[in-house]
């Protein structure tokens, strides 16, 4: 992400981080980019969204809002949640249930109204970034193994992410439709590292083609082999 704001100087680039990680990578780079801006992601969802009314306010077309790790935000969606409605945090409720009850409800929470609600809340930003503003959003997330007893996806594109990489992206389950581009980043044993596009809107995609990324960025190589 950092390197959006190296390939497209005359454009604004703000970066939610939570975990520090963008910050090593400038200490790497050792230059400083006047159209870059990091944000620490707040583990407090109110700060958060405000910290991301903020950051809209200055982004225009052709300017980059970005999340490192996607899945914090579904993850702080639900912490809000289970706070503010029942004044405990989703673990709290769940190790609670498992205690008075021998079982759990999925998620810590009951039925079909609170995890409707905590969508809502999770897209308030999601939603108003990718569909309903004039700014270009890039993110990254982290992504898990399927479990034996989990039921895996045989079609759309979870089933291709389930097929032909035998995982899924962590976050909100829908994340995967909203992006028009999705790539799968991963590293040989080799220590090279490479990306295979799973979506591109209105283009072609070879999911097999792999496209060699080390000690370059994904958008210098995706746009060298899109020809824009």
């Known amino acids: 992400m950092v390197f959006l704001a ?3 100087p005359d454009s604004k680039v703000v970066i939610f981080d939570p975990d520090d990680g963008t910050a090593k990578v400038m200490d790497e780079i050792g230059v400083e980019l006047p159209n870059l801006t990091i944000i620490p992601m707040s583990t407090n969802w109110k ?5 991301y009314q903020e950051a809209k306010k200055v982004l225009v077309a052709n300017d980059w809002f970005c999340i490192d790790m996607l899945g914090r935000v579904w993850d702080g969606s639900q912490d809000y949640y289970g706070e503010f409605v029942y004044g405990e945090s989703p ?3 769940l190790l609670m249930q498992r205690k008075q009850a021998g079982s759990v409800k999925f998620g810590g929470f009951d039925g079909l109204q609170d995890w409707t609600l905590i969508k ?3 897209n308030t930003i999601i939603d108003d970034a990718v569909i309903r503003s004039v700014f270009n959003v890039m993110c990254t997330t982290s992504v898990k193994e399927y479990l034996p007893m989990e039921k895996v996806p045989q079609t759309g594109i979870q089933g291709i992410y389930a097929s032909e990489f035998g995982i899924k992206p962590e976050g909100e389950k829908h994340n995967i439709y909203r992006f028009d581009t999705q790539a799968f980043m991963y590293r040989k044993k080799d220590n090279t590292y490479w990306f295979r596009l799973v979506r ?3 283009r072609p995609v070879d999911i097999k083609l792999e496209h060699e990324i080390t000690g370059r960025n994904f958008m210098e190589v995706y746009s060298e082999f899109r020809g824009l």
């Open 6 to 8: 190296v390939q497209y």
């Open 47 to 51: 700060e958060f969204e405000e910290a």
């Open 91 to 93: 673990l709290d409720r």
């Open 120 to 122: 809502r809340l999770h």
């Open 200 to 202: 591109d809107r209105g």
